[in-house]
């Protein structure tokens, strides 16, 4: 069902999933995560719907994690007995579980056996990689920008499928420096499949969405698990394990928490611009966009 963050809608064979907060940049929530997740489960089910299309209403995919959100909105499958901890403590465990249940959400895009075609305008930044690097197919507007900003600090990839996307060269390019990708670069290397004028993006991925009601259910679903698994067997498990649990230890060292102290004494605009202002992106040149009101995650 269609709630107020996250869309769901049946037409000409496909399901649309949009994201619905475009006036927080269509960051994600534990709420918005788990109507994506819903939104897939119902379109598995569906037989009507041939192919899915993910999208953002408005001008941004979504800009990553809501930062402002209350860490009590989230869900986490996890519980153990609370102790007295003393100033600082880290759970890796309760960490480990809080975030490996977003990534277990996301990968509901990889396990779905319909084709999933993921509609990138405007800005995904950090965690929205996470979500949107599940999807079979990206389409990209010319004016669309993808990166892993939590790079320069307080984050890895938990999803961690920027590897299995790209070559080795083009992984350590964008993620060790955190680099903003444009449209044309995104295409080159082989991140995005087309890249569209933003005014034709919606109603050129609806179109290549519907293409698939010419091809049996089953056939589908085979071929996206075979292919899949090949890159299971590559080791992807284990590499976003590893990849959750590194995103916890980036956010509790020294330098994350001096960070985030910085909110409050330059705000989060400034210290966002702090950190991107020698790499000239996001904060610098998005300022209007992939920065606004605590929101970069």
């Given at each position: 069902?269609?709630?107020?963050?996250t869309?769901?809608?049946?037409?000409?064979g496909?399901?649309?999933?949009?994201?619905n907060?475009?006036?927080k940049?269509?960051?994600l929530?534990?709420?918005?995560?788990q109507?994506?997740?819903?939104?897939?489960d119902?379109?598995?089910?569906?037989?009507?719907?041939s192919?899915?299309?993910?999208?953002?209403?408005?001008d941004?995919?979504?800009?990553?994690?809501?930062?402002t959100?209350?860490?009590?909105?989230?869900?986490?499958?996890?519980?153990?007995?609370?102790?007295?901890a003393?100033?600082?403590?880290?759970?890796?465990v309760?960490?480990?579980?809080?975030?490996?249940e977003?990534?277990r959400?996301?990968?509901r895009?990889?396990?779905?056996?319909?084709?999933?075609?993921?509609?990138i305008r405007?800005w995904?930044?950090g965690?929205?990689t996470?979500?949107?690097?599940?999807?079979?197919q990206l389409y990209?507007a010319?004016?669309?920008h993808?990166?892993?900003?939590?790079?320069r600090?307080?984050?890895?990839?938990?999803?961690?499928?920027?590897?299995?996307?790209l070559?080795?060269?083009h992984?350590?390019?964008?993620?060790?420096t955190g680099?903003?990708i444009?449209a044309?670069?995104?295409?080159?290397?082989?991140?995005?499949?087309?890249?569209?004028?933003a005014d034709d993006l919606s109603?050129?991925?609806?179109?290549e969405?519907r293409?698939?009601r010419?091809i049996?259910?089953?056939?589908l679903?085979l071929n996206?698990?075979?292919?899949?698994?090949?890159?299971?067997?590559m080791?992807?498990?284990?590499?976003?394990l590893?990849?959750?649990?590194?995103?916890?230890?980036?956010?509790h060292?020294?330098?994350a928490y001096?960070?985030?102290e910085?909110?409050?004494e330059?705000g989060?605009?400034?210290?966002?611009?702090e950190r991107?202002r020698?790499?000239?992106?996001?904060?610098?040149?998005?300022?209007?966009?992939?920065?606004r009101?605590?929101?970069?995650?």
């Amino acid at each position: 069902m269609s709630t107020t963050e996250t869309l769901y809608e049946e037409r000409d064979g496909i399901a649309i999933i949009a994201i619905n907060r475009p006036e927080k940049k269509n960051t994600l929530t534990n709420s918005v995560i788990q109507g994506i997740e819903d939104g897939i489960d119902r379109a598995s089910r569906s037989k009507d719907v041939s192919a899915v299309v993910l999208r953002g209403i408005g001008d941004t995919l979504t800009a990553g994690y809501d930062l402002t959100a209350n860490r009590g909105d989230w869900e986490t499958p996890y519980g153990a007995p609370e102790i007295d901890a003393r100033e600082g403590a880290w759970d890796p465990v309760r960490d480990l579980q809080f975030m490996g249940e977003n990534v277990r959400r996301f990968m509901r895009i990889w396990h779905c056996p319909k084709p999933v075609l993921g509609e990138i305008r405007g800005w995904a930044i950090g965690g929205a990689t996470d979500l949107i690097l599940c999807c079979d197919q990206l389409y990209m507007a010319r004016d669309a920008h993808i990166g892993y900003a939590p790079s320069r600090i307080y984050g890895t990839p938990t999803t961690m499928l920027w590897v299995y996307r790209l070559t080795l060269e083009h992984a350590k390019q964008f993620l060790l420096t955190g680099r903003a990708i444009d449209a044309e670069t995104a295409y080159r290397i082989g991140l995005v499949s087309h890249v569209v004028d933003a005014d034709d993006l919606s109603e050129f991925v609806e179109s290549e969405a519907r293409l698939f009601r010419n091809i049996p259910a089953n056939q589908l679903a085979l071929n996206k698990l075979l292919i899949n698994q090949a890159y299971e067997n590559m080791g992807l498990r284990t590499t976003q394990l590893l990849g959750t649990l590194f995103d916890g230890m980036t956010r509790h060292t020294e330098e994350a928490y001096r960070w985030v102290e910085e909110f409050g004494e330059k705000g989060f605009r400034e210290t966002i611009r702090e950190r991107d202002r020698p790499w000239g992106d996001y904060g610098e040149e998005g300022r209007e966009s992939a920065s606004r009101g605590g929101r970069d995650g």
